[in-house]
């Protein structure tokens, strides 16, 4: 050993614990060839002197009596939160207000192409992460923007109240329950098809994927109801926005490529759906890139789901363009994190955990992400902002999709703070944002495996 180390080694201490009492010695006591036991035990002792420590101050025990008999959220919003976080705002889209949905309890069902990800995954061990992922949600509630655009590509769109929703529309764990134990067996069996590497196998996995798919065809039909054909036309009668009475015949896939153009049914003030792609803002992986996720998507060959990775500051900027434009923005978020849904407020400020429990809470974006303490939770609306004389943002207005019974009539506030923090996402318009932003999506895109939070469906 060098002087230098000796000299430095002077310094060290050693820590022992001896019934919840701390005792330093000299490191030099330190046996250098013994290995280091980094594990400890917590002793009865020493967790029954800290119960009686903090029970010694009146404040907690104040805050006991608060906080065992309640929700702690609700006790711990700050009033000025509250009064801070109102509902106007002075940019917002035309049809701003327009009536709230309703989810209920389901987050709306998207088929993946299971049967196809099993077969490619054939030679993937069935205990690895790749397939123990695809095994654990093979069809799951919620969903990316890319895989609207698929769905409205191939199947089209028809208004509501042709299509109502059944009880399992609104209620969709029993379906999801049956279909996910009805998925995991066909893949277990499609496993074991491709396993044998011949032609006749290649001939059997086609014929049983489409046995299988016939079998989940007919859950959905008989849970959901059939769904209008694609190509088959509907009959449609309506009030326009200025109370016209009017009549519309169409197909689907018509009704849904003529959102854009015609029938006085302009969609987002007539940008082409189509050509919406995701802003995120994932602070893990460098910005200005272009990311994707394995294994996520619901139509097999069609639109993959992609993001462009951008600043919090860039993504503002093209939410507010959006909103100039009278554009609504389909956005993904944590929405479960510091708000409350009953007053409809989305705010950092909004839950004091230090008041109530002395400890500090200040995770990173990306420490949250890299943890899974946080993740793309949930699909919302921002329909309004309010900037101030600098054109800054201040606070946004959020049409979710929880009934009327929400916030204020089914709208939430957020602020700011909450966005920097919290919204992962924005679907917006090519242009609301610079061609450097759009020549992104022209990158080679960086693949995040399929149990990304990235990858989490809103």
């Known amino acids: ?65 608060a906080l065992s008999s309640t929700n702690p959220r609700t006790i711990l919003e700050k009033p000025s939160a509250i009064l801070k976080d109102t509902q106007t705002t002075n940019v917002k889209i035309p049809f701003e207000g327009s009536p709230v949905t309703n989810q209920r309890s389901s987050g709306r069902c998207w088929i993946f192409a299971s049967t196809n990800s099993i077969i490619e995954t054939a030679d993937e061990e069935v205990d690895s992460r790749l397939i123990n992922t695809l095994m654990a949600s093979p069809v799951g509630d919620g969903g990316q923007w890319d895989m609207v655009s698929n769905l409205v590509q191939k199947y089209g769109l028809v208004p509501q109240p042709l299509y109502p929703d059944s009880w399992n529309a609104m209620n969709s764990s029993v379906m999801d329950s049956l279909l996910t134990t009805k998925l995991r067996e066909d893949g277990l069996r499609l496993r074991e098809l491709a396993a044998s590497h011949s032609r006749t196998a290649s001939t059997s996995i086609t014929q049983e994927k489409e046995k299988m798919m016939q079998d989940i065809v007919r859950i959905l039909a008989l849970t959901l109801g059939p769904p209008p054909g694609a190509t088959d036309k509907f009959t449609w009668e309506y009030c326009n926005k200025d109370g016209k009475f009017k009549t519309l015949s169409v197909t689907p896939l018509e009704f849904a490529g003529g959102l854009n153009d015609t029938h006085g049914l302009r969609a987002c003030g007539g940008t082409d759906v189509q050509n919406l792609f995701s802003l995120v803002n994932d602070a893990r992986n460098k910005y200005n890139t272009h990311l994707t996720v394995d294994h996520l998507g619901n139509v097999w060959g069609g639109r993959p789901t992609t993001y462009t990775n951008i600043d919090t500051t860039t993504m503002k900027t093209a939410c507010i363009a959006m909103l100039k434009k009278g554009w609504p923005i389909f956005f993904g978020s944590d929405v479960g994190k510091y708000s409350d849904s009953a007053k409809g407020i989305m705010d950092t400020d909004l839950i004091d955990y230090e008041l109530g429990f002395n400890v500090k809470l200040g995770m990173t974006e990306a420490q949250r992400l890299l943890t899974n303490e946080s993740a793309m939770t949930h699909a919302m609306v921002l329909t309004a902002v309010h900037l101030d004389e600098e054109g800054r943002s201040d606070r946004w207005r959020v049409e979710n999709s929880w009934s009327e019974t929400a916030g204020t009539k089914g709208c939430f506030v957020m602020s700011d703070e909450w966005f920097d923090e919290f919204c992962y996402q924005a679907v917006v318009d090519p242009t609301v944002v610079s061609k450097e932003i759009n020549d992104i999506l022209e990158q080679k895109p960086k693949v995040l495996p399929v149990w990304d939070p990235l990858g989490a469906l809103a």
């Open 1 to 65: 050993m060098s002087a230098l180390e000796e000299k430095f080694d002077s310094f060290k201490l050693q820590h022992e614990e001896s019934d919840g009492v701390l005792v330093e010695r000299p490191a030099s006591s330190f046996d250098h060839k013994k290995p280091v036991d980094r594990t400890t035990t917590v002793s009865l002792s020493k967790t029954s002197s800290w119960i009686e420590a903090v029970l010694q101050d009146p404040k907690n025990r104040l805050a006991f009596s």
